[in-house]
């Protein structure tokens, strides 16, 4: 089985970003009246179970805010419905998402499909060259795959079209991939080979296109959908436990049209203002009813933290089942949550796993107070059909960690610098200071504090997916 997922050390400092209004528009539609015949016990059952529900929900909304609403925000991108490419791999800046990969210049697509479908437009790319398009809707689960491993290198044009759209398929278009809420996202990966390869990346994110349907087909637009007010976000702090959650929550659902297998939910929730209609309004709760909706997120949290420590820390469960389609979490909402505390819009198992090491060998967290190797055996480096890379992050902001080298991880476009074990396997030096000259082209710079590593392994082979391949041990000294 493949070895446990990232673990944090502290949900309370998940990655920040700023906040602040962008729109003139009023705010939100005014609350109606929740049902009063709930009882506190009941209404802290409820807050649990639409908490661990909503905080994927809750979660791709802030960093959505974060770059597609708020242009005082310094992870802001652009606007809704255009491509906007960053020519550059991520570094200790790059703030608004947890483990962030640090391999593949991103594009990033926040797509409103309210008013018509967008096209997308991916130019022919290099056969050697791993590329892909992640498209993840509003409750973060992943819809479908453009790329290497899908649809291969050639190119074409594909229809993203939202929950109302009842078209056909225009002349020309690859493949129609339908999202069940009206905001979702595109997250675009393209492989860097190293800095002399910048500007080839350049290029194929200039042919990186998206067009409304309407201008696709040369035809008249429909009329427009109407301005959404954004509501400014919570902290990643105040999502842990303020009561305002779920105002945030009710906002985002008003963009995401209840699912048949989960009406009865939707309507239980109900029972206490949660929901696009809803009138949850944390500052008129009734002294018990506040504590009693703090009770039930703190009930989330806790039966996430058993579950983490239980099931993900001992390898039972892995990045596998946190990630994918609704098909693939099978309705479990604890695991989707789980993934998006740990890394958000993490990846499908058969496109990218992310085996983590967080402890040394005799299960000791890992501390940048010591020194550590890690060493792949001869013909034991990740079975991928794309690339690997092994990353540091500091915790518990599970950030990437600013050093002399500017390097944040190792990987195999690398491996032509590195130097080989006498028997051709690999060590790596992962500690805070280096570890001599001699050694420094090996060396995985570490924080003075605690620290966890994530593999990555992108387009991965059977070995890998079905745990015959084992991800090597974290050994101090």
Same mark, same amino acid.
């Given at each position: ?14 990655? =920040? ?8 528009? /009023? ?93 997308? @437009?991916?130019?022919?790319?290099? $056969?050697? %060259? ?19 491993? @899908? @649809? ?7 229809? +993203?079209?939202? $929950? ?15 999202? #069940? ?7 675009? %990966?393209?492989?860097? +080979?190293? /800095? ?23 035809? $008249? ?7 959404? #007010? ?30 048949? #297998?989960?009406?009865?939910? %939707? ?27 703090? #009770? ?39 695991? %989707? ?8 819009? =993490? ?17 000791? /967290? ?35 960690? /600013? !050093? ?6 190792? !990987? ?55 745990? @015959? ?9």
């Amino acid at each position: 089985m493949i070895r446990r997922l990232v673990a944090l050390a502290a949900v309370t400092l998940l990655a =920040g970003c700023a906040q602040g209004g962008d729109t003139d528009a /009023p705010s939100a539609a005014p609350a109606t009246t929740p049902p009063a015949q709930v009882g506190p016990a009941e209404a802290r059952a409820i807050a649990k179970e639409a908490y661990i529900y909503g905080f994927p929900i809750v979660d791709n909304y802030r960093v959505q805010y974060a770059y597609f609403v708020d242009k005082q925000d310094p992870e802001y991108k652009g606007g809704w419905n255009e491509i906007h490419s960053t020519a550059r791999v991520y570094t200790p800046e790059d703030t608004a998402v947890q483990t962030p990969n640090s391999d593949t210049p991103y594009s990033m697509l926040g797509a409103d499909l309210r008013a018509e479908p967008l096209v997308l @437009t991916v130019p022919p790319i290099e $056969p050697d %060259r791993y590329y892909s398009l992640q498209f993840i809707n509003g409750y973060t689960n992943n819809i479908a795959y453009v790329g290497s491993r @899908t @649809t291969g290198n050639g190119g074409g044009k594909y229809l +993203f079209a939202g $929950p109302g759209w009842q078209g056909d398929t225009p002349q020309g278009i690859d493949e129609v991939i339908r999202s #069940d809420t009206d905001l979702a996202g595109v997250i675009y %990966r393209t492989q860097l +080979f190293g /800095p002399s390869d910048l500007e080839s990346v350049k290029r194929i994110q200039a042919g990186y296109q998206v067009a409304p349907l309407s201008v696709y087909l040369n035809a $008249p637009p429909p009329p427009g959908a109407p301005p959404i #007010d954004f509501v400014p976000p919570l902290t990643p702090e105040q999502q842990v436990n303020s009561p305002q959650f779920f105002e945030i929550l009710n906002f985002a659902l008003r963009t995401a049209p209840v699912l048949p #297998d989960e009406r009865d939910m %939707r309507n239980r929730f109900a029972r206490i203002g949660i929901g696009p209609d809803g009138g949850f309004d944390a500052d008129t709760l009734t002294p018990e009813m506040r504590q009693a909706v703090e #009770d039930g997120m703190a009930d989330a949290w806790a039966e996430f933290n058993t579950f983490k420590k239980n099931e993900l820390d001992t390898g039972k469960v892995g990045s596998a089942q946190l990630f994918g389609t609704a098909a693939d979490l099978k309705g479990n909402y604890l695991h %989707r949550m789980a993934g998006a505390v740990l890394g958000i819009y =993490g990846n499908t198992a058969a496109e990218a796993l992310y085996p983590g090491l967080v402890e040394d060998s005799d299960g000791q /967290p890992l501390t940048g107070a010591n020194n550590y190797t890690v060493r792949f055996a001869p013909g034991q480096l990740p079975p991928v059909n794309a690339f690997w890379s092994l990353t540091m992050y500091e915790l518990p902001q599970s950030q990437l960690v /600013p !050093n002399e080298l500017q390097r944040y991880l190792i !990987n195999s476009p690398m491996l032509p610098s590195l130097v080989p074990d006498p028997d051709g396997g690999y060590t790596f030096f992962v500690q805070n200071a280096s570890p001599g000259a001699g050694k420094e082209s090996n060396w995985l710079p570490a924080p003075k504090g605690p620290f966890q590593m994530v593999l990555r392994l992108y387009w991965p082979k059977p070995d890998a997916l079905n745990g @015959t391949w084992k991800p090597p041990q974290v050994v101090r000294g």
